[in-house]
Nanobody
C-alpha cells in the first residue's frame, strides 16, 4: 500500500520561506513521480512541482518557477519542496501525490494523495 506523509506547513510572512517534506512508502520509489499540488480557498487544485525519481527530472508550474525547488532523496524515500519568496497567493493546502511520470503535474495522473498540509502566507 502506497503511503504519503507530508510535513512542514505553517504560517509565514510574505517573502519568507518554508520547506515541505513528503515521506513515501509502499512502492519502488525510483519508478514513479512524486508531485506537489495545492488548492487555495475557492479555487481548483493545481499542480505545483513534480519530480521523476528515476532520473531527477523536475517540472514546475509557471507561477512558482524561480521560487520553488523540488528535490528527492531516494535513499530516504523523501521528496522536499523548498518554497522561497512566498507570496500571499501561495496560501493553500499543499498535497503530496504519487503519480505517473508522464505529465506529472496533471492531477488526472495521480494515483495516491497525501493528507495535505496547510501553508498560510501573511502580509
Amino acid at each position: 500500500e502506497v503511503q504519503l506523509v507530508e510535513s512542514g506547513g505553517g504560517l509565514v510572512q510574505a517573502g519568507g520561506s518554508l520547506r515541505l517534506s513528503c515521506a513515501a512508502s509502499g512502492f519502488a520509489f525510483d519508478d514513479y513521480a512524486i508531485g506537489w499540488f495545492r488548492q487555495a480557498p475557492g479555487k481548483e487544485r493545481e499542480g505545483v512541482s513534480c519530480i521523476i525519481t528515476s532520473d531527477g527530472s523536475t517540472y514546475d508550474a509557471d507561477s512558482v518557477k524561480g521560487r520553488f525547488t523540488i528535490s528527492s532523496d531516494n535513499a530516504k524515500n523523501t521528496v522536499v519542496l523548498q518554497m522561497n519568496s512566498l507570496k500571499i497567493e501561495d496560501t493553500a493546502v499543499y498535497y503530496c501525490a504519487f503519480t505517473l511520470p508522464g505529465r506529472c503535474l496533471d492531477e488526472r495522473n495521480v494515483e495516491v494523495w497525501g493528507q495535505g498540509t496547510l501553508v498560510t502566507v501573511s502580509s
